[in-house]
């Protein structure tokens, strides 16, 4: 400001103003005059004083640097002439990770020194294990049950026609048309008085224990029918 009073009112010259970059010189410095000091010029005259803006700062794009590891990521920036900040978050070690974001937006103009934080993805939490159950002693198993030759049903009580006054045992033969190992026998007793069905047994047996010995109760004074069926079919039928 100074210069610039004492061109224009000492010497009553008219002054145009321009700026420009210096590497040399701070802000607002002169850097020189048009026509340069010591030349002769009469009052009234045009000169040109050029003021320093400072060493040039150039605009430079920002890079993305996303999804790049920290050695790849800087590199990146130093090729723009910029230089990395901070490194988030705290103490993270970047070995093995990518970075997921960075401060300034790529694309923007920004001028050359920026620095530029990144930010690289966090660990990842490690899960407690759940402990497994301590397994208990294993049961041990009782006795298996040994099968009989043959399973045979307990009767109901027969129809009440009286008093039972005795019992009589009626085998029962397998017909020659099963042919399996295995038969399925059913003994019903009729009421004849009272036409009264009663299950005596219901019982699968094996080939083997034909003929198959049946007790029948008789009541007193009979009045009974013995129905015998093999597989569903009526092989006897006796009437007592």
């Known amino acids: ?21 210096n590497n040399d010189l701070e802000v607002d410095r002169v850097i020189r005059l048009d026509p340069i000091p010591g030349t002769s010029v009469p009052r009234g005259s045009s000169i040109i004083l050029y003021w320093s803006l400072g060493k040039e700062q150039k605009q430079v794009p920002m890079p993305d640097v996303t999804q790049l590891s920290f050695e790849a990521a800087e590199a990146k920036l130093v090729e723009y002439k910029l230089v990395v900040g901070s490194i988030l978050p705290a103490n993270v070690d970047v070995t093995g990770r990518l970075v997921t974001s960075q401060s300034i937006t790529p694309g923007d103009l920004v001028p050359e020194g920026t620095t530029v934080d990144i930010t690289f993805d966090a660990p ?3 899960p407690t294990p759940t402990p497994s159950p301590t397994p208990g002693p294993s049961p041990t198993p009782g006795p298996s049950a040994t099968a009989g030759p043959s399973a045979t049903a307990t009767p ?3 129809t ?5 006054q005795a019992k009589v045992t009626i085998p029962v033969e397998l017909p020659a048309s099963v042919t399996g190992e295995t038969a399925q026998l059913t003994v019903v007793v009729r009421n004849r008085a009272t036409a009264v069905d009663t299950l005596l047994m219901d019982v699968k047996l094996n080939r083997a224990d034909f003929p198959y010995p049946v007790v029948v109760p ?14 569903g079919e009526l092989v006897l039928q006796e009437d007592r």
């Open 156 to 158: 109901p009580p027969p």
């Open 124 to 126: 990842a939490a490690t």
């Open 160 to 164: 009440d026609s009286g008093p039972i």
């Open 218 to 231: 008789i009541p007193d004074g009979g009045g009974i029918t013995v129905l015998v069926y093999i597989n």
């Open 1 to 21: 400001a100074e210069v610039l009073f004492e061109l224009e009112d000492q010497y009553g010259l008219v002054v145009e103003q321009k700026s420009e970059y």
